[in-house]
């Protein structure tokens, strides 16, 4: 299940990424007007009227991709065997260590002073 997650995220990176650089390619509607006083915004890679056409549907495929991989990202990740949050799942890591810690490092807790001979703490009084 964490490879579909790995690929649905580089898709999704992939395709936001040439999202944003088709819209930026684009130019608005405001530019035909530049275009008449001369300031060469018609010399376009595509033609005058071919990049309309062209970079309209390439945008409109790669938005419904992007955001197809969108809900098939969220579906994967609401639909995990053993969903944990992070925090749970830090806490769960510091009780498995607490719990595997050698009970001989910590004095007594009962009070018994045949087990403090031993140890490092001065006596109590």
Known sequence: ME????????VQVL????LIVLILMQHG?????????GSGASATVFGAKGSGNFMTRA?????????I?????????????????????????????AAGQDAGDLPPSDGDSA??????????E
């Open 3 to 10: 490879n579909i997650n790995s690929i649905l995220l580089v």
């Open 15 to 18: 395709l936001s990424i040439s």
């Open 29 to 37: 509607k405001g530019a035909d007007a530049g275009a008449a006083f």
């Open 59 to 67: 945008t409109t495929i790669i938005a419904i991709l992007f955001f």
């Open 69 to 97: 991989v969108c809900l098939s990202l969220a579906y994967v990740s609401s639909n995990r065997a053993n969903p944990q949050s992070v925090t749970g799942s830090v806490m769960t890591q510091e009780y498995d260590a």
């Open 115 to 124: 087990g403090s001979q031993d140890s490092d703490l001065p006596p109590a």
